[in-house]
């Protein structure tokens, strides 16, 4: 008879005396202790775990999956929260213009080949939630349907793992409910979202590397060899989904570190020959491998993605070259001595401006000015934006000894007020750490030296020609070394509220780049075959590594800074108890909404199973400090090597986010939950049986053979997950209007279905109290 954990924490000390070395958990083949075989299960348990009626329950619980997620898909035919991003990049795919985002490509590919797959040209631009799909023919349903296979999908995988890590039908089948029948996984995995594919890739990479685990007493053979390069390559695709799926990469690097940690002790009598080949093996299919994958769709990007697009703001003029039809390769021209031209603050957009007003004689701090020609950035263009490139070197009378060159000196000669920039040693007028920025009167030598600028061209090699548009440039002050440079807080009144122009001693800030908007005017009768159309030109050509570099780079300063705030970001703490959900869509007409949040029923067992697994080894632990053996052996190392597993998987994808500043949403815990599923069938199986199915691993060649056990559920088993999969599908049902959209629901309605008061819902009545 099943019993639990209290009546199974027993004294299981060694009569003969304390044991001089203390056995760490091992694989459970290795173990001679057995407490129970095969003949002790009961007839029901021996018909759940024949492959017959496994395989039934597989195909069943697959088809209720796909029937979840389908239905109603095509509702509503609208665009729903984030597919105004994912489903605009879909579109750019297929276009070929190029765009930014934070994640990395697979998830994204796999869209357009959705659409490309179902006849979509990419026509329609996803601008708002709510644009309608139908009106603008829109094959949407085969875009959701990719996410809605994977979520499907996903079930069978959560279930086979389970098998395959030793545990009953039974338990198998309860964690696949767990997701089977969850309204976040359910809604996340029919909308156009990335999230129902980092966790189908998630789920191959866990059950791939259970089974190399299970062959590890067969290492180096076809099959370990095949998991182990399948596990490499899962983890590729989860990290190349979304920017969160490199937390995959490093559960299973820890667990790999663990591995080979235990092949690393020499009371297993292993060479270091050994271990090395072990190494090698694992850094070649768990670290190359990936790499060169995720490598790989990056230059799929790339190749793709070769015409001008929303994206090319962010990239260097370099990368931007490199598109068809980019402005930067189209309209960029060379700048020589004496060309009138505009410049502009790369990050801001305002103008390098100037105008007779001085600074005041103090500032607001009581400090000194210098009572200078005020020089400020200004966001209009204006006749006081214009300045000449002069030179400080003799010229010839023509040709391209005149083209103004990375590493010039120059000076800039305001046009309207015939003065010379210059910066000082006079603190600027809002931050006395830095220079002030005015002019010099261009017939007063006397201050030569302090209007000499050194042209620094970004990412250029010298002797670079300066260009418009593509040369983004620094300007650093010959005498003083500092870089001219601009933020966006304005200065008082007495400046027009124009923004501060000022001297930076950190020239090595990227926020002191600038860039020529246009030429205005020149010397010379070359001027208009200089400046007019150019015709054609062909992309220019950078390496793949110099792209997928700056690229990588973007990313991750964006990712981090997504720090506004938004209504329905929420920390992790809330999340595994579903504290409060996300709106994704409203609408008015018949009361409609989709809200994104999980089944209660399934969520709070999660929590409470994954509190009892770190009881359970916390109680293991102490009473292994006193010699005492609660725990069969077959049991401990199933809960640590198996369930232990999970619980890093779990933990890996969640504690990160306790750590960042960024927006944060209830949809990144859903890897995490996927997790403590899976925790929970350990646990639940614990609870049930004394035993566990032994042994589970292929018997090498040089292992003992081991008398086998299954774990003995008996009646108990059954009916406790029948009894929860039913209530879960009840609370499933009872929100599933949040879930798919539809029905509309009364305001009393909406108020019923708020099963805790932190959930934000719309449309709710207002409560009323009777005196």
Request: charged share 20%.
């Amino acid at each position: 008879m099943a019993s639990f954990p209290d009546a199974r924490l027993r004294n299981r000390s060694n009569k003969s005396g304390p044991s001089t070395i203390q056995r760490q958990p091992e694989d459970d083949l290795h173990d001679d202790h057995i407490v129970a075989d095969s003949r002790h299960t009961s007839s029901l348990d021996r018909l759940l775990e024949s492959d017959q009626i496994s395989v039934v329950i597989m195909v069943a619980l697959t088809a209720l999956a796909f029937a979840l997620r389908f239905y109603k898909i095509n509702h509503p035919d609208q665009v729903v929260f984030d597919e105004v991003h994912f489903g605009k990049f879909a579109s750019f795919y297929l276009k070929r213009e190029y765009y930014f985002d934070v994640h990395p490509p697979l998830a994204k590919l796999l869209f357009g080949l959705a659409g490309w797959f179902v006849g979509y040209d990419g026509h329609f631009n996803f601008e708002n939630i709510g644009d309608s799909y139908t009106e603008n023919n829109v094959p949407f349903v085969g875009l959701r349907a990719l996410p809605a296979i994977f979520g499907s999908l996903t079930i069978p995988v959560v279930y086979a793992t389970m098998k395959e890590a030793g545990y009953s039908t039974v338990i198998a089948a309860f964690s696949a409910v767990l997701i089977l029948f969850d309204n976040a996984h359910i809604a996340q995995s029919r909308l156009i979202l990335l999230d129902a594919t980092l966790i189908f890739f998630l789920s191959l990479t866990i059950y791939s590397y259970v089974r190399f685990r299970k062959l590890r007493y067969w290492e180096f053979s076809p099959g370990w060899w095949g998991w182990l390069i399948a596990t490499g390559f899962f983890m590729a695709c989860t990290w190349a989904s979304k920017v969160n799926g490199i937390l995959t990469v490093i559960t299973i690097g820890i667990a790999v570190l663990v591995d080979l940690w235990d092949i690393l002790d020499y009371k297993k009598g292993h060479s270091m020959e050994y271990f090395r080949k072990h190494f090698y093996a694992r850094a070649a299919a768990l670290i190359a491998w990936p790499i060169a994958l995720y490598l790989f769709f990056f230059w799929i990007h790339f190749s793709i993605l070769t015409g001008t697009g929303t994206g090319d703001a962010f990239m260097s003029p370099a990368f931007q070259e490199t598109l068809k039809g980019n402005e930067l390769l189209v309209n960029s021209q060379e700048i020589r001595y004496y060309d009138t031209i505009t410049l502009r603050h790369k990050d801001t957009k305002v103008f390098l401006h100037s105008h007779p007003e001085k600074y005041p004689l103090k500032y607001e701090d009581d400090r000194i000015s210098s009572q200078g020609q005020q020089v400020t950035g200004y966001g209009h263009d204006d006749a006081n934006n214009f300045w000449q490139v002069v030179p400080t070197k003799a010229l010839p009378e023509t040709g391209r000894g005149r083209i103004v060159r990375n590493d010039d000196i120059i000076q800039l000669l305001h046009v309207n007020t015939q003065t010379y920039l210059l910066t000082h040693d006079v603190a600027s007028p809002t931050m006395p750490t830095n220079e002030e920025v005015t002019t010099w009167p261009k017939d007063d030598h006397s201050r030569h030296n302090d209007t000499l600028f050194h042209l620094r061209l970004v990412d250029s090699h010298p002797g670079a020609p300066w260009m418009s548009k593509s040369g983004h440039f620094k300007l650093i002050h010959v005498p003083t070394k500092v870089a001219l440079w601009t933020h966006p807080k304005q200065l008082p009144e007495w400046a027009f509220k124009q923004q501060e122009i000022n001297g930076a001693k950190n020239v090595a800030e990227k926020s002191t780049i600038w860039y020529i908007d246009n030429i205005i005017d020149a010397e010379g009768g070359d001027f208009k075959n200089r400046t007019g159309d150019v015709g054609r030109k062909e992309p220019k050509k950078m390496s793949f590594f110099k792209k997928f570099g700056e690229l990588q780079v973007l990313m991750l300063q964006h990712n981090a800074g997504l720090t506004a705030s938004h209504p329905y970001a929420s920390g992790p703490i809330n999340w595994p108890f579903s504290i409060s959900g996300i709106s994704f869509w409203t609408q008015n007409d018949g009361q409609k909404q989709i809200y994104l949040i999980g089944n209660l029923a399934g969520w709070g067992v999660c929590v409470i199973a994954m509190s009892i697994f770190v009881g359970i080894l916390v109680a293991d632990l102490i009473a292994r400090r006193r010699d005492l053996q609660p725990l069969a052996e077959p049991v401990r190392n199933r809960l640590w090597n198996s369930a232990g597993f999970f619980f890093l998987v779990w933990a890996v994808h969640y504690l990160p986010f306790f750590l960042m500043g960024r927006q944060l949403f209830i949809h990144h815990y859903l890897p995490s939950h996927l997790a403590s599923a899976l925790v929970a069938g350990a646990v639940l199986s614990f609870v049930l049986s004394e035993t566990v199915n032994y042994p589970i691993s292929a018997r090498g060649p040089h292992t003992k053979p081991k008398p086998e056990q299954k774990a003995n559920l008996g009646v108990h088993g059954p009916v406790i997950v029948g009894v929860f999969t039913f209530v879960m599908f009840l609370l499933y049902m009872y929100i599933a209007p949040l879930t798919y959209g539809t029905p509309g629901l009364t305001g009393e309605e909406v108020n019923s279905r708020r099963l805790l008061s932190s959930w934000t819902l719309h449309f709710a009545a207002k409560e009323t109290g009777e005196v």
